[in-house]
């Protein structure tokens, strides 16, 4: 099991914060998503098959850019 972190500009909604956490839940090996409205910050916990690039890139295709993202220790 492995934790991320990817901070996103032009989330500022509460119905944003929900589409985007199901959206994300429904990727294989996600368990769980966090989003921090102040910061703009998700906490993933994942699992192989996903990994970091992948929910990168569904995060970006729902609309919200990427500034930056990491592994968690």
Do not use: C, H, W
Not at 33 to 50: C, E, G, H, S, W
Not at 62 to 67: H, L
């Amino acid at each position: 099991m492995e934790t991320g972190y990817v901070k996103v500009t032009q989330l500022t909604t509460e119905v944003q914060q929900q589409q985007l956490s199901e959206r994300l839940l429904r990727l294989i090996g996600v368990v769980s998503v966090d989003i921090d409205m102040t910061t703009q910050t998700l906490a993933l916990t994942y699992d192989t098959p996903a990994n970091l690039n992948t929910i990168e890139k569904e995060i970006y295709d729902a609309g919200f850019p990427v500034i930056q993202s990491y592994k968690g220790v």
